[in-house]
């Protein structure tokens, strides 16, 4: 794995500023690009902000600037990847914008340097058709938002990912204290948002059959399965509701 010291993180939305507060705050520099210096002076005020409240809960020692030192802004692509050993994408979702920009960086940077995706449910596959010299280099690292605060990143290849690449993101991303998922092959939507996308269409179907109302279904999650799944999740939960028989009589029972 190359020795990890720059990140360039492309991109200065919510997640971008996300990234750049977590990748600061683990004694990392950070190279934030994006297209307009108001946007970037916009992710930077977030980043302040949060550096803030992650100092007031004790999340970090520091003062802020401590940590936004370490953070370089630039509207200039070839000034943000200049002497990068790894790349976080957090531009627009769209696979258009996602290909000429992974193309772009697959020609200009060396073949170590992982080039990591942030979607949020668009397949590498498809970003990998533009990345004609080292498509293998390609991944997602898809984290939950906020990425300084919500600990999950899921780790998604495309059909040209190579193990090597796998390993390395899992290592930089343990070493950012992340709680990592290596999906074994592409689905839209990866994990989370498919399973919270189903317990959502429920819902709705609820209110829709008139059961129950908004507020009384985010009750339930709020004061019961949240609070049961935020350590358990759903198989050690029905697990443990099988008793001695665990998972085998719970799904025989019926």
């Known amino acids: 794995m190359r020795d990890i010291k720059k990140v360039s993180v492309i991109g200065a939305g ?10 600061a705050t683990k004694g ?8 307009k210096k108001e946007t970037l002076d916009k992710a930077m005020a977030k980043v302040n902000g949060y550096l ?17 030192s370490k953070i370089q802004t630039t509207t200039n692509l070839d000034e943000a990847i200049e002497g990068t050993d790894y790349v976080l994408e957090a531009i627009i979702e769209e696979y258009d914008a996602k290909k000429k920009l992974f193309g772009y960086l697959d020609e200009r940077l060396d073949k170590d340097v992982i080039l990591a995706s942030s979607t949020s449910g668009l397949l590498m596959t498809e970003m990998q058709k533009a990345m004609k010299r080292h498509p293998e280099r390609g991944v997602i690292d898809h984290p939950w938002n906020p990425p300084h605060l ?7 290849p495309g059909e ?10 899992r290592e930089f ?4 204290d992340r709680i990592v998922v290596v999906l074994k092959k ?9 399973l919270a996308f189903a317990l959502f269409r429920e819902a709705v179907y609820l209110v829709d059959e008139g059961v129950a109302t908004v507020e009384d279904i985010d009750k339930v999650m709020t004061a019961a399965i949240g609070l049961r799944w935020a350590f358990m999740g759903p198989f050690l939960t029905y697990h443990l ?8 009589y719970f799904f025989n029972r019926g």
């Not at 919510?14 to 990748?23: K, P």
């Not at 592409?186 to 498919?194: I, S």
């Not at 509701?241 to 998972?247: I, P, V």
């Open 14 to 23: 919510v997640i971008g500023a996300g990234w750049a507060t977590l990748i």
């Open 28 to 35: 990392y520099s950070v190279s934030l690009y994006s297209e």
């Open 52 to 68: 803030e409240v992650m100092k007031n809960v004790k999340m970090v020692s520091q003062e802020p600037e401590s940590y936004t």
């Open 150 to 156: 919500l600990p999950l990143v899921e780790i998604v």
């Open 160 to 169: 040209k990912t190579s193990k090597e690449t796998l390993d390395a993101s």
């Open 173 to 176: 991303m343990d070493k950012l």
């Open 186 to 194: 592409e689905v839209p939507g990866f994990l989370g948002n498919r």
């Open 241 to 248: 509701g099988g008793g001695e028989g665990g998972l085998e």
